[in-house]
């Protein structure tokens, strides 16, 4: 298998990486994001 | 004892820290599993080319935007029949997981509209549909920021995400009622039109929103419960500011 030809997914990349990538973003972004808001009220309501 | 032990926020805290760790790790696996399946077993579709890849992540957000109104809705009818506070936190903490969903259906469907249909978007019943649902998850979430009185708030949100759930059914059918630019059914009950081997990774991928899902939104109803609640006496014995008072009273 070859790794160019299949980053190139035949000429297509920007599409199918642009979907990909879009939904790791989002993942991503969200665990963060979820992180922060539970580590702030954990922190909010010790003493 | 029953289910509605941890219908009350503050048995189902626990709970739902204990059981989320479990749904990120399946969600984990079977998004690994689908992803090497969809990207590297998976053969070229003769029609659409390499491009068609996009589906293993275009239909199980799809999905996942739609059914996750659904059990929003689910949760509004329980929330105004029954009163419970837990059904309304539910509520909010799918919304902006349903959201996400919703943006990412449509932006891995453009990407996908462009090569294989020639536009990124149309005023294709779907797609229009589908837009819709992304309005009405916004939607509640402004209408229960813009309310301060929580009660009403969630009253208000769970009104509008029950009579929004019959834009549902529309989404689901379109392709059938109006014969626009969206392809029809990828899975069907009797006679799917896809190759086992492209299945496969979809449905694989579609677990993993799933899994996905659960996880996330109960990692956030935890955020909601402690934000919500932040006052009562069991949030301080969850952080034992009770015993540190015992203690100190000791002292």
């Known amino acids: 298998m070859n790794w160019n030809e299949f980053f190139s997914m035949g000429e297509r990349a920007f599409y199918v990486w642009g979907s990909f990538g879009a939904v790791a973003l989002a993942i991503t972004g969200e665990i963060v994001l979820l992180r922060m808001r539970l580590n702030k009220v954990q922190k909010k309501v010790k003493p | ?251």
């Open chain 2, 1 to 251: 004892m029953s289910i509605f032990k941890y219908a009350s926020p503050s048995t189902f805290y626990p709970l739902a820290g204990k059981i989320a760790p479990w749904f990120a790790v399946i969600a984990a696996i079977l998004g690994a599993v689908g992803l090497y399946l969809g990207l590297f077993r998976a053969p070229v579709d003769f029609q659409q080319g390499e491009v068609y890849r996009i589906i293993f992540i275009h239909v199980p957000t799809a999905w996942m935007a739609m059914v996750i109104y659904l059990v929003m809705a689910a949760y509004g009818v329980m929330a105004l029949t029954f009163n419970t506070r837990l059904s309304s936190m539910m509520m909010e903490a799918l919304a902006p997981t349903g959201a996400m969903f919703t943006v990412l259906a449509l932006w891995t469907g453009a990407l996908w509209g462009k090569p294989t249909w020639g536009t990124y978007w149309a005023w294709d019943a779907r797609m229009t549909s589908t837009l819709i649902l992304l309005f009405l998850y916004v939607g509640y979430l402004a209408l229960i920021n813009a309310i301060d009185d929580k009660k009403r708030a969630d009253k208000a949100g769970a009104l509008l995400v029950i009579v929004g759930s019959v834009n549902v059914p529309i989404i689901y059918f379109s392709v059938k009622w109006w014969n626009t630019l969206h392809q029809g059914y990828s899975v069907a009950t009797s006679g799917s039109s896809m190759d086992p081997t492209m299945r496969m990774p979809m449905l694989l991928m579609t677990f993993a929103c799933w899994a996905y899902a659960i996880a996330v939104v109960l990692w956030r109803v935890r955020s909601i419960i402690l934000e919500r609640e932040s006052e009562a006496a069991w949030v301080a014995n969850l952080h034992g500011t009770a015993s540190l008072k015992m203690s100190g009273a000791r002292a």
